[in-house]
């Protein structure tokens, strides 16, 4: 079986996370697929800039595994931590708003629940 590849990065401010809203208004790290031959940093950190404007750099991996994403869609998504300056978020129009979390916060109906795994062990 095969499944597409999703690529997501974990932008922390103090004890915060940076959270996107997407159209099904559900939030979601900021992320997207692999373009040929991109590496999972360089693919992150282009991701983060195109739907936030944040200059980041992916540094670790901190999770990975195979989600269903919506009903019957199965993704493998890998999750990185990164680091950047702050800086003021300046949205695509991919996503319709934007929330940092407290990572005590994270058990949320319109949260997927393997981020909060992902975070545990960040």
């Known amino acids: 079986m095969k499944f597409p590849v999703s690529v997501k990065g974990i932008l922390r401010e103090r004890d915060a996370v940076l959270f996107l809203r997407n159209e099904r208004d559900e939030l979601e790290l900021r992320g997207g697929r692999l373009e040929p031959g991109e590496t999972i ?20 991996v901190t999770h990975a ?24 978020i300046s949205l695509s129009n991919e996503h319709i708003g934007h929330e940092w979390l407290q990572v ?5 109906p319109d949260l997927p629940g393997f981020y909060s795994r992902a975070l545990d062990r960040e």
Do not use: M, N, W
């Open 65 to 88: 595994g195979v989600f269903e994403v919506t009903p019957d869609k199965h993704v493998l998504v890998i999750i990185c931590r990164c680091v950047h300056q702050p800086s003021p």
């Open 41 to 60: 940093e360089h693919a992150v950190a282009r991701e983060i800039l195109e739907e936030t404007g944040i200059i980041a750099e992916a540094v670790a």
């Open 104 to 108: 005590a916060d994270l058990e949320r």
